[in-house]
């Protein structure tokens, strides 16, 4: 527990002092949020407020841009540079090393949905939420759930240059497909199909039955549902494939 | 006492047999180095001490355990400086070394660990904006800050100016002052010469030749060229006055000539090309 403490202490300095962590994963998000809550805030999107609507939606982007792309990203960084393999040779447990990298990652992502509602409600008049609880456990299972992704993700990237790449390959149109930025009800057909499939088209619309209809956690079971599942395939992937050294040659 | 014991160790990647079949031991307290060429499969050997690498044969023994199923403490007990200095770029030497340092039973204190690789004056610099060398400086403190018996240093200076490596070298003795046992693996023979108390030299997975860095090059050193029958002549002895004088005096004898003579001393470089090429 002591070096539970101490590495996750060593973990949060570490997110703090990376600016381009900062700023892709926590600041971005926020940005965005500003500005697209301006551009169509006051619109009416199906029985919604734009702007009530964008901020679940956001709240998806911002799981995704911290948990999956930033974990998955320097993670990597550090595999490729060796780090993880520096550690591996300390006496600090694995687990405990992975346990506090995740703690950070999900007090990183705790502080921007707190500054997201914040924003919503002072910027645009997004009420706060009603369902407290629910949206609590709702944000824990999707940081869960893509924190294992990010993980897996790892395996599948094998140079720290194709980090960024590879990881804003797969987020991106991720955030689009899923409808982070506008209502994916205009989509054509086969993005629709696509985003079916994707875990965090199931987190958003959690997120919007939670914070919009008051609906909770446990009345949208078949959603939680698909993002544990997701959440366990990361787990296997990353439990199969996870490296602790850098590539070959 | 040995803190290191390989008996027979072999390893191969496939078709590749990197280890044929090595042996050596480490006393306690001293400077060994495995020098080699690039391939000789030094890496390997080292990194299966570290409990990276398994092995497939052979026996090894770190400190009394085997690395492949050494227990988390005993990682406590040893310090690794890899060939790539791999750190956190955004945290300062002294943060660095603290946060490494908590990884440890009994660490021991981050200012003293400073002076000991001789940082003081960066000791608030962050590791992105140090050089080289001082990067290298914070490898050896970050391997040292948990207070080791046994410290593994990979080629450690590959790459370096000299100025860097001298530096380098004097942190290496400095760690050898605190009563350290160090596996050094290089491939400069001066680096060797100049760090070690014991010197194994590897080629293609084999173990050619052991001793103290004096006895490497002591052996048959002396080399004496002639021709013969326009053919050249190549005696290598430890005696060479004794030599010399009988080949001197069975020319006289026959009243011939040594066509080209020359007598001369082999140099180390000589000595440790040959036994690694």
């Known amino acids: ?249 | 006492m040995n803190a290191v014991v390989v008996e027979d160790l072999h390893k191969s990647y496939g078709e590749h047999e990197a280890l044929r079949g090595i042996s050596f031991e480490i006393r306690e307290g001293e400077v060994f180095s495995l020098l080699g060429p690039n391939g000789a499969g030094k890496t390997t050997t080292i990194e299966i001490l570290e409990g990276y690498r398994r092995r497939n044969g052979g026996r090894v023994s770190v400190l009394g355990a085997d690395p492949a199923q050494a227990p988390r403490q005993w990682r406590g007990r040893i310090g690794v400086v890899l060939q790539s200095s791999a750190m956190y770029e955004n945290l300062n030497v002294r943060e660095s070394l603290a946060l490494f340092g908590g990884y440890y039973k009994r660490p021991r204190p981050v200012d003293e660990v400073i002076v000991v690789v001789g940082l003081q004056e960066k000791a608030d610099t962050l590791v992105r904006r140090l050089s080289g060398g001082q990067r290298r400086r914070l490898d050896f403190g970050l391997a040292l800050v948990g207070d080791p018996e046994l410290v593994f240093l990979d080629e450690p200076t590959t790459g370096f100016d000299p100025a860097a490596r001298r530096s380098s070298w004097e942190t290496i003795r400095s760690l050898r002052g605190l009563g350290k046992t160090i596996l050094l693996t290089t491939h400069y023979l001066d680096e060797a010469e100049q760090l070690s108390d014991r010197v194994a030299v590897l080629r293609e997975g084999r173990i050619v030749a052991t001793g103290t860095p004096a006895d490497l090059t002591r052996a048959p050193a002396t080399e004496i060229r002639y021709r013969q029958n326009g053919e050249d002549v190549i005696l290598r002895t430890e005696e060479p006055t004794r030599v010399l004088a009988e080949l001197t005096a069975r020319a006289l004898e026959a009243g011939s000539e040594l066509e080209g003579l020359e007598v001369r001393r082999r140099s180390l470089e000589e000595v440790y090309l040959e036994l690694t090429e």
């Not at chain 1, 199969?240 to 050294?245: A, I, L, P, Q, S």
Request: proline share 4%; aromatic share 12%.
């Open chain 1, 1 to 249: 527990m002591k070096l539970f403490a101490h590495e996750l202490r060593g973990e949060l300095l570490l997110y703090t002092r990376s600016r381009e962590l900062a700023f892709f994963t926590f600041l971005l998000p926020l940005i965005l949020f500003v500005l697209l809550g301006s551009t169509y805030g006051n619109d009416r999107i199906g029985h919604d407020r734009g702007a009530n609507f964008l901020e679940a939606g956001m709240l998806g982007y911002g799981l995704v841009s911290t948990a999956f792309a930033g974990l998955a990203i320097f993670m990597v960084i550090r595999r490729e540079s060796g780090i993880l393999k520096r550690v591996r040779a300390t006496p600090l447990p694995a687990s405990t090393y992975i346990a506090a990298v995740l703690a950070a990652t999900l007090i990183a992502f705790a502080v921007s949905s707190v500054c997201m509602i914040a924003i919503g409600r002072l910027l645009f008049s997004v009420p706060l939420p009603s369902r407290w609880l629910s949206l609590v456990l709702a944000l824990g299972l999707g940081a869960a759930a893509f924190a294992a992704l990010g993980l897996g993700m790892t395996t599948v990237v094998r140079s720290a240059e194709g980090a960024s790449a590879t990881v804003n390959a797969v987020y991106l149109p991720m955030a689009f497909i899923a409808g982070s930025f506008f209502s994916p009800h205009s989509f054509p057909q086969f993005l629709r199909a696509i985003a079916d499939v994707l875990p965090l088209t199931y987190f958003i619309r959690l997120m919007r039955d939670v914070l919009l209809h008051g609906h909770q956690l446990w009345d949208n079971w078949s959603d939680v549902g698909v993002l544990v599942a997701w959440g366990a395939i990361g787990v296997v992937v990353a439990l199969w494939k996870f490296r602790w050294e850098p590539a070959e040659g």
